[in-house]
């Protein structure tokens, strides 16, 4: 019998009347995984695309690919360079145990560094996914509906904005506050105006400051230190970035301290490239961020300031720091919290640029800003749309007067 014939004879027994009806949404959740549903339209006048919700999320996890290969890699050479550093008594933990157990060494290396880094992303990762899947079906069969497979792009991309070093603990309270205060209290997937991953990133970072920031927390080794170059540029200014053995190509390709998935600009342009041929993406979106951070940039610049490095920094350390292009790829494209009107994605676009460079250089207290810029601007996209959509109804009418 084949898995088709299975499914089929089991569905019954989850269908309205069945006695297992109440855990539909976890059967359908099961099938639809492997098979595309048998529930489409064929006729008027519903119009179909070739991009259902399944094919779009199915992208966007394939775009994080590069993302989580850079993940696993720079966690692997952060934490084997600083064990290096710091010598044999260093050398504690399961994960060590399970390297030297196999043979892999502890020097930096290609394998030795993915398999290293493997070992930190799979348990966030199972936590995130077992512990979000769990809210998702309970309000799915709460609700009596499918559990969506937006929640597989939540999944990744909250894991990829973490630190290594978060304890397992707080990323399970993080994916419960996002996923059900961040989205499924407002209906579920479609409906929610915040970014679900960064919501739950957000929250940790207000309640557990100590390990969502600082020195001690971008490699997970005890007793190692080291600030992120944003950190390093905003107390230091960006040229002494190089007395760090830092370059704007290290920064590109991502091989320096922060969170897991966020490092490498290249990475998060690959996967951008692939959200914009597949039509994933749409690019007013990406120009109105572009534009709104390099115009800023260079306004700062030109103002500058004595007593502020970060007045300093060019638009292109700002593109390849922190987390600006991961949000650039990934949240400010979302097409659920972000404007639906063309104009006013050009707008919430550049709301971001704006708002992330600002926030960076005028307010000491949080070096990042990429997450509180998405954030801000989840909020203000319904009413950008609004005044947008007004805009366009006063234009037509005075055509006709």
Known sequence: MGLRSFFDRIEPNFEKGGKYEKFFPLYEMVESFIYTPKTVTTVAPHARSYV???????YVVIATIPCILMALYNTGLQTNSALTALGPDSHTGWRVAVMQFLGFSLEPGLIANLFHGFLYFLPIYVV???????????FATVRG?????????????????????????????????????????????????????????????FAYPANMSGDKIW??????SGATSLGISAAEGVQALAGYGITWWDAFVGTIQGS??????????????????????????????MGGMIGFSLLLNLIGSDTNPMFAMPWYWH???????????????????????????????????????????????????????????????????????????????????
């Open 52 to 58: 259902d919700m399944k094919r779009i999320m199915t």
């Open 145 to 205: 509906h499918e559990v969506n497979e937006g929640f597989l792009v939540t999944s990744m991309l909250y894991v990829l904005i973490l630190p290594a070093s978060t304890p397992l603990w707080q990323v399970a309270l993080g994916i419960s506050f996002g996923v059900v205060l961040g989205k499924e209290v407002f209906g579920g997937t479609g409906k929610n105006f915040l970014n679900p991953a960064l919501t739950g990133r957000a929250f940790l970072y």
């Open 128 to 138: 995130t996914l077992v512990v979000g899947g769990i809210w998702e079906v309970i």
């Open 319 to 401: 593109f390849v720091l922190g987390g600006y292009a991961f949000g650039l790829a990934f949240m400010v494209t979302e097409p659920v919290s972000a404007s639906h009107t063309n104009v006013g994605r050009y707008i919430y676009g550049a709301l971001i640029g704006f708002m992330v460079v600002m926030i960076r250089v005028l307010n000491p207290a949080f070096p990042e800003g990429m997450m509180l810029a998405i954030l801000f601007a989840n909020i203000f996209a319904p009413l950008i749309d609004y005044f947008v959509v007004r805009a366009n109804i006063s234009r037509r009418a005075k055509r006709h007067v």
């Open 260 to 289: 897991l998935g966020e490092t490498s600009a290249l990475a998060a342009m690959i996967g951008l490239a692939f959200l914009l041929v597949t039509r994933i993406a749409n690019w007013r979106l990406i120009v109105g961020c």
């Open 219 to 224: 490699t997970p080794v005890d007793g190692f």
